[in-house]
């Protein structure tokens, strides 16, 4: 069985001399939540646009459930739930209403309608805001409409064009939970794309980083991690007192910040120290913070602190866009 | 179960008559034709008796001229509705699908399993609908009010004259209807759109004859040329005048409404001779403005077509 959803190969969209999106090649598993990440102007809403039909690709083949959109383009969008960037609603209806009419252009009876836009409004948290017109909706409430009307078609995968936007930072929360809760409990597919990295960090599976027009990588974010900072996939950052204080309690075991620098990079697994003014760097493969204080300690030198730095999303982010900068 | 779900396609047709129905703007144009119309329709009333008098050979038809009186303070019903018809249509167009992009609901909608020249159609279908009613009733209530106010009903050959000048009239102001929705497939700010549909409408009013005037003039030929040079020269005239929609409407109008109206454009002595003045019967004049009519048709369908060509390649972004 092919569990791929969709699937993109040599994808290519240009305007005229500028290449939006450059053959670009990429697979979503049923179930799975895939975030696309780049910066503005990346060509991510382009590639979603000929995802589901709404632009012509200039080469190169995508496929929903085995549909191509380009040339089934009503096929694809019975399955698949859009969310514009910016959604807009019909002011002059209620929010109940506007997603009644969405239903009915999915040719669902118009008693079924009613029932689902109601549950799909309190599913949203919506509920009190149902029979308000839409155009007093705020931005936040026009998004979170926006998803129960993706939803009301009952799709197989969900695409989502930075559905966080202008949303506040506890909505944003119960709206990425309501993504993640859905994904799971219906097995909906889900293509997110944003240009905030704590999100696609909380919700996606998998990553694909955008940068004009490429996919530079693609995989979960501990392995895009390890990809990208191959030998240490971790940093420990240790600050200790500096080894003789001017109050006289100077210790007679204490000894140099060379010293410990040489005694740290003796221990297993620890790959590089880097020293700057009482503050080590150390770059290790795994976790082996506690080995460094005792060594600490044991030297005689004062353990401040020790902070263990994972590598996020942000720095990967970085690193890439520096890159794609680079290359420019 | 089939039958209770109605198609998208209607769905979209009865959302948008609605969202026309309630518009304050539809409530407005409803306002001025009205207005206008019962104007001229006073002076029709109070005028008619004098036309009836006149005892010419027209007088079979004398219902049909509470639509084409006047005592010149007021334009006739039909002069006003050729030239409203116009400002009815394009302000029913002019922000057809720009609106649906600045408000975000355009990728929205076309992301529903709809095709999607659907949005095209049922926006066209669902104005011609409401501006077939809004006729089809001013129509009728002339027709009341002439049946109340003179106490003679219309003849049937009446009735039928009337009814094909309101199907006329449709298809007149669905021409601008569908220029003003190409306007509004090209333009993103529906300001722009209403200007150039407009702008269209003031060229063809105003300055294209005033333009043709000056062109013809360059060719007049001296009263003694020969005739076959008047005859060519008249006949160019006439041509360059068809191009005019509005041109095609009054003379179609003028045809169905004043059955004594044989011809347009230039006659020769030879075609005149033998003819009997009197009025034509319903087809003979359905014959005469067929040409008008297929014009009127062709642009209309002309202008669809381009708009639908621009919108069914067009790139949908969100606003």
Same mark, same amino acid.
């Given at each position: ?7 993109? $190969? ?68 019975? %399955? ?52 308000? %017109? ?60 944003? $240009?905030?990295? $704590? ?33 240490? @996939? ?66 005689? @030198? ?16 970085? $690193? ?9 | ?64 001229? #509470? ?6 303070? #007021? ?21 057809? &699908? ?72 449709? &298809? ?12 509004? &497939? ?28 000056? &062109? ?57 001779? *033998?003819?009997?003045? *009197?009025?034509?019967?319903? *087809? ?10 297929? *014009? ?24």
């Amino acid at each position: 069985m092919n569990s791929k959803v969709i699937e993109i $190969h040599g994808l290519t969209k240009k305007y005229g001399s500028f290449t939006a999106v450059d053959n670009l090649n990429l697979s979503v598993s049923k179930g799975e939540i895939f975030g696309l990440l780049g910066p503005n102007g990346a060509g991510k809403s382009t590639t979603i646009l000929m995802l589901i039909g709404l632009t012509e690709p200039s080469s190169g083949t995508a496929k929903i459930c085995g549909i191509d959109p380009s040339r089934n383009p009503v096929d694809v969008k019975k %399955k698949v739930g859009y969310l514009p960037e910016d959604v807009g609603f019909y002011d002059n209806l209620t929010g109940l209403e506007n997603l009644i009419y969405t239903a009915q252009l999915n040719s669902i009876p118009l008693g079924e309608a009613r029932q689902r836009a109601d549950q799909l409004i309190s599913k949203v948290g919506l509920s009190n805001e149902g029979k308000k %017109k839409a155009g007093k909706y705020s931005r936040g409430m026009r998004q979170r409409l926006g998803l129960a009307d993706v939803l009301i078609k009952n799709p197989e995968v969900i695409i989502l064009d930075e559905p966080t936007m202008g949303i506040d930072p506890s909505g944003i929360k119960d709206f990425l939970e309501l993504i993640v809760r859905l994904s799971r409990e219906e097995g909906i597919t889900v293509l997110f794309s944003s $240009h905030l990295l $704590h999100q696609v960090q909380k919700v996606c599976n998998r990553v694909g980083i955008f940068v004009g027009g490429k996919l530079l990588a693609e995989g979960d974010i501990n392995s895009l991690a390890r990809k990208l900072f191959a030998t240490s @996939a971790l940093t420990i950052e240790i600050g200790i007192s500096p080894p003789s204080s001017g109050k006289g309690r100077a210790k007679p075991r204490s000894i140099t910040a060379a010293g410990l620098k040489n005694k740290l990079q003796s221990i297993e697994g620890v790959d590089a120290v880097k020293m700057n003014n009482n503050i080590f760097q150390v770059e290790c493969s795994g976790d082996i913070s506690s080995q460094l204080a005792r060594a600490v300690i044991n030297s005689g @030198a004062d353990l401040n602190y020790l902070n263990k730095k994972e590598y996020g999303l942000d720095d990967i982010y970085y $690193h890439y866009f520096e890159g794609g900068n680079g290359n420019e | 179960m089939n039958k209770r779900v109605l198609h998208p396609f209607w769905v979209m047709v009865r959302k948008e008559v609605a969202d026309h129905m309630k518009s304050w703007r539809f409530v407005i144009l409803m306002a001025i034709i009205v207005l206008t119309c019962v104007g001229s329709l006073y002076t029709a009333l109070t005028n008619i008796g004098k036309a009836v008098d006149a005892g010419d050979n027209e007088n079979a038809f004398f219902f049909l001229k #509470l639509f084409t009186i006047t005592d010149g303070t #007021l334009p006739s019903f039909f002069i006003f509705i050729s030239f409203l018809g116009p400002l009815l249509g394009i302000s029913l167009g002019f922000d057809t &699908v720009n609106s649906e992009q600045n408000r975000g609901t355009l990728s929205r909608i076309l992301a529903q399993p709809v095709p999607r020249d659907y949005l095209l159609n049922a926006k066209f279908m669902a104005a011609l609908i409401v501006i077939s009613m809004m006729f089809f009733s001013l129509s009728f209530l002339v027709i009341g009010t002439g049946l109340i106010a003179i106490g003679i009903p219309p003849t049937p050959e009446e009735f039928m004259r009337i009814i094909f000048y309101t199907l006329l009239s449709i &298809v007149y102001v669905s021409f601008w209807l569908n220029l003003s929705i190409l306007f509004s &497939v090209r333009f993103r700010q529906s300001a722009t759109s209403a200007l150039s549909g407009i702008a269209v409408w003031l060229f063809f009013t105003v300055f294209y004859p005033i333009i043709i005037n000056l &062109v013809t003039r360059a060719f007049e030929p001296s009263r003694y040329a020969p005739a076959h040079i008047i005859y060519m020269y008249n006949k160019l005239k006439f041509i360059l005048v068809q191009i005019m929609p509005n041109e095609l409407f009054s003379e179609a109008s003028t045809t169905l409404l004043i059955p004594s109206v044989r011809s347009f454009g230039p006659l020769t002595i030879e075609q005149v001779q *033998g003819a009997i003045p *009197g009025p034509l019967p319903l *087809g003979q004049s359905l014959l005469i403005v067929w040409p008008q009519l297929t *014009g009127l048709i062709a642009v209309t369908i002309i202008c669809f077509l381009i708009s639908y060509l621009l919108f069914m390649k067009r790139e949908i972004r969100s606003r």
